[in-house]
């Protein structure tokens, strides 16, 4: 076994990790995974090698229903998005996630893709004001981010910082985190859209001037 943090060997995951890292300097930090095998996890969950995964190949339903027909799902009739959000609520992703206490933390930071932002649709919908919630995504998956503040990986930002649009969330995650100078600074960006914003654009928090 091992933790759900070194288990993952992806760029993109890779980018995230370093991201903690920063942040853990001048704060203390939550790292949660959704996982297809497991649900939602601590990054420090132990966990036996797997290989499972929301996001397929091509969009193929079949791969969808044949995963959804284990866990008991009725498919008949459900769409990919439809069959996606009901392999979640089996695996209790909303649910666990709904019970965490969002008025704990600061701010909270979402690097996932749409499959995973469909399983935890809900969520998102339902968030309330107390605690910023940024989702790094695509502005073709804002409809899947519900009451969350939007921070854009797409294209624009793709060409500006050069990256390939797999490793793109991971990337402004980690330049954000890396533009943190203080737990002050920390705290200010938090509750600072575009602050946020210019700050995983540029990797700096020289951003008075930048044009963006």
């Known amino acids: 076994m091992r933790a759900a943090a070194k288990l993952y060997t992806g760029y993109e995951h890779g980018q995230v990790k370093e991201a903690y890292n920063e942040f853990c300097k001048f704060a203390d930090v939550d790292w949660k995974i ?5 649900g939602l996890i601590d990054h420090e969950t132990d966990l036996v090698p797997y290989e499972c995964t929301l996001r397929r190949q091509a969009n193929n339903k079949a791969d969808y229903k044949k995963r959804a027909d284990r866990l008991g799902i009725e498919t008949a009739g ?30 909270v930071y979402i690097t996932l893709g749409k499959h995973y932002l469909r399983a935890i649709q809900p969520v998102l919908e339902s968030l309330s004001a107390a605690t910023p919630v940024y989702v790094f995504a695509s502005r073709n998956h804002q409809s899947l981010t519900g009451g969350a503040t939007v921070i854009p990986a797409s294209e624009r930002e793709r060409r500006h910082i050069g990256a390939m649009q797999t490793r793109l969330k991971g ?18 960006v938090c509750s600072t859209p575009i602050e946020v914003y210019a700050r995983a654009i540029l990797g700096s928090n020289d951003v008075n001037n930048a044009e963006i």
């Open 78 to 107: 459900l769409t990919i998005a439809e069959l996606i959000a009901a392999i979640g609520s089996a695996k209790s992703i909303p649910e666990d996630l709904g019970q965490i206490d969002l008025r704990s933390y600061d701010a």
């Open 171 to 188: 990337i402004l995650l980690k330049n954000l985190a890396k533009s943190i100078d203080n737990t002050t600074d920390l705290y200010d």
């Open 34 to 38: 959704i996982s297809d095998g497991f």
